[in-house]
């Protein structure tokens, strides 16, 4: 079975800047979209950024626009996530994902693979 690791989460304040790290287990994800999710306490999971692995297209969440950047390296097959002027809400488990499209990553999440987490707490 692939797997995806997600590394990278902390603790940080108000407007700092954190960077998120996916490695998928096999070199066949190469071909995949890969993004990542977040889901607070309480709240339902949300989309955050996806990517292509040729980069062609390139998804984000309103809610992060201008502060995420999502980018990928295929040689080592990993995926990130830089994270900027960050704000308490951002405060969330974050999950890499992957799937054959950026279209199914994002609307037919229950077919995805998923990464098992990595906890994001930004403070005031």
């Known amino acids: 079975q692939v797997q995806l690791v997600e590394s990278g989460g902390g603790l940080v304040q108000t407007g700092g800047s954190l960077r998120l790290s996916c490695l998928a287990s096999?070199?066949?994800?190469?071909?995949?979209?890969m993004g990542w999710f977040r889901q607070a306490p309480g709240k339902e999971r949300e989309f955050v950024a996806a990517?292509?692995?040729?980069?062609?297209?390139?998804d984000y969440a309103d809610s992060v626009k201008g502060r995420f950047t999502i980018s990928r390296d295929s040689t080592k097959n990993t995926v990130y996530l830089q994270m900027n002027i960050l704000k308490v809400e951002d405060t969330a488990v974050y999950y890499c994902?992957?799937?054959?499209?950026?279209?199914?990553?994002?609307?037919?999440?229950?077919?995805?693979?998923w990464g098992q987490g990595t906890q994001v707490t930004v403070s005031s």
């Open positions: 994902a992957a799937s054959y499209s950026t279209t199914s990553l994002m609307e037919r999440e229950q077919n995805n693979y």
């Open positions: 096999e070199r066949s994800f190469s071909t995949y979209a």
């Open positions: 990517i292509t692995w040729s980069g062609n297209r390139i």
